[in-house]
């Protein structure tokens, strides 16, 4: 007795599945069974029909997303933008190597040159879905020319939306494990409402200065191969002279990387204090490319090279051959900078107490030198500008309010999503189609209006160019040193303290 069976579409897409990662040698084909019934058991089906793989099959990441509509309708996950995260995760984490195999391969990679370990990494992340290449692709970018070089716009639209529903549910989720989103506890964590499906996070370990770190990607890069390397503690971010050797050490093994900490305080720091931290990667930032405006030699400090850079905020770059030159070079300025005061141009190292001056360091390799940039920070506040003296004003905060970090003070702007309509709006407005936009951009809606001979083929140029200008003040408004004669001579009576030390 035979009878016809029609097997349901989603067995189809489960073979698939699986057969893609063993066509492409990424997983062994003696895994194919076994694989198969782990990812029934996460679709809580319980058989499958024996099919034939299809020759055309669909790319991975769709059928993925085939898997999780699935999982939706057969109720098996909530229809929810956080449980789908959660559960995508899972079914990646089945193709992905267990972070002992992942790291083994990353070293044995190195043997053949860094290049190779982290070009093995980087792919894996982005094949396991880990980073969200599909996500990042929905930014908005382009570049804008400034008398500093091209500075570098991303409108942010790759995080998703949580919706009301979600939020509402999420205040009943909350845990205190894994401690915050940096530590390594998520490597393989699940996640849940309040915590992304980290079931498909594998970190390399690396030894920096005799202490264990970890080095992973980051789910929504800003540039590429965007880095973060984190401390196997969580302990709170320390912008000493520890971090400078830390970051040259990770620069001795990925010369090909840059790497930068975020300022150790709050305002002019990151939006994470709480767990030490670094980003890195491999992407050439306007400041790297902007000009030298003068050298000068640091007594006791022959070896290192010293120059201020023409950039809008205040930089201070060190390049030597010797690393331990340059680490004490830039423990001194530090040191020196965090007692510095200037009252003329507002800056206090201290109030009551409260230390104000932090650095943003950003080191790189040039050939077999270390470059260090030093971006001299400070934090305080005043009753006219409570959200920061060195932070973008009011007048650009309809663009960029937040906090303005190290990937900021490199010339990478990273915009807020909500730019994204508002900005049509605008547009709408300057082509007559509206006649007031949002209150937040009257102002500059109408002077962009009165200033320019607008037309429809300009009004995009017009207001990128003009998202670009804020987007220099904002760099100029966090800068330390302003940019006229006034904060140029107190600039360089900084310098001038640093060499009669
Ligand atoms: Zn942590």
Not at 151 to 169: G, H, Q, R
Not at 347 to 362: C, K, Q, R, W
Not at 378 to 406: A, C, M, W, Y
Not at 443 to 456: F, G, P, R, S
Request: glycine letters at 6%.
């Amino acid at each position: 007795m035979s009878k016809k069976i029609t097997a349901p579409a989603i067995d189809q897409i489960i073979t698939d599945f699986i057969d893609y990662y063993i066509k492409t040698n990424r997983v062994d084909n003696n895994d194919r069974i076994y694989l198969t019934n782990r990812l029934l058991d996460l679709l809580d089906k319980k058989e499958i029909v024996a099919l034939m793989p299809l020759e055309e099959n669909e790319q991975p990441l769709e059928l993925l997303d085939k898997l999780t509509e699935y999982a939706v309708k057969q109720n098996v996950i909530d229809d929810l933008s956080s449980s789908q995260d959660v559960f995508g995760a899972k079914v990646m984490d089945l193709v992905t190597m267990r972070p002992s195999e992942v790291n083994q391969l990353f070293w044995k990679e190195y043997e053949k040159g860094p290049k190779k370990a982290t070009d093995y990494f980087y792919e894996m992340s982005k094949e396991n879905n880990y980073i969200k290449t599909r996500e990042i692709a929905k930014n908005i970018e382009y570049t804008h020319q400034t008398e500093y070089g091209e500075l570098e716009i991303t409108i942010n639209l790759s995080k998703p939306e949580k919706d009301p529903k979600e939020i509402a549910l999420a205040r009943q989720t909350k845990t205190n494990y894994p401690e915050c989103k940096l530590c390594m506890e998520n490597e393989g964590y699940a996640g849940h409402l309040t915590h992304p499906g980290r079931a498909n996070h594998r970190l390399v370990r690396m030894e920096l200065n005799e202490e264990e770190w970890g080095f992973q990607y980051s789910p929504y890069a800003y540039y590429n191969e965007h880095a973060i390397f984190l401390s196997r503690i969580h302990r709170e971010m320390n912008v000493g002279v520890q971090a400078i050797k830390n970051l040259l050490d990770i620069l001795t093994t990925l010369p090909h990387y840059f790497v930068g900490s975020n300022a150790g305080l709050p305002i002019v720091g990151g939006s994470i204090l709480s767990h030490d931290h670094y980003q890195g990667g491999r992407h050439t930032f306007p400041l790297e490319k902007a000009d030298v405006e003068y050298t000068f030699e640091m007594s006791q400090s022959s070896n290192v090279e010293a120059s201020v850079i023409k950039w809008p905020m205040s930089v201070i770059r060190l390049t030597s051959l010797d690393k331990k030159a340059v680490v004490k070079t830039a423990d001194k300025i530090m040191e020196m900078w965090e007692g510095y005061s200037d009252e003329s141009v507002g800056i206090y190292a201290e109030v009551e107490g409260e230390p104000h001056n932090a650095v943003t360091p950003i080191a790189r390799r040039k050939g077999e030198a270390f470059e260090l940039d030093l971006v001299l920070r400070n934090n305080r506040t005043s009753k006219e500008l409570p959200d920061g003296i060195f932070h973008p004003h009011p007048p650009v905060q309809h663009i960029k309010k937040e906090n303005i970090g190290l990937i900021e003070v490199m010339g990478l702007a990273i915009l807020p999503p909500r730019l994204k309509d508002e900005l049509q709006t605008v547009r709408d407005f300057l082509g007559g189609k509206t006649s007031h936009v949002d209150a937040l951009h009257q102002d500059w809606a109408d002077e962009l209006k009165e200033k320019n001979e607008i037309t429809e083929d300009n009004i995009n140029e017009i207001v990128d160019k003009a998202v670009g200008d804020v987007f220099l003040q904002v760099l100029k408004d966090a800068g330390v040193f302003k940019r006229d004669k006034e904060g140029k001579e107190a600039f360089r009576r900084f310098i001038d303290y640093l060499i009669s030390y």
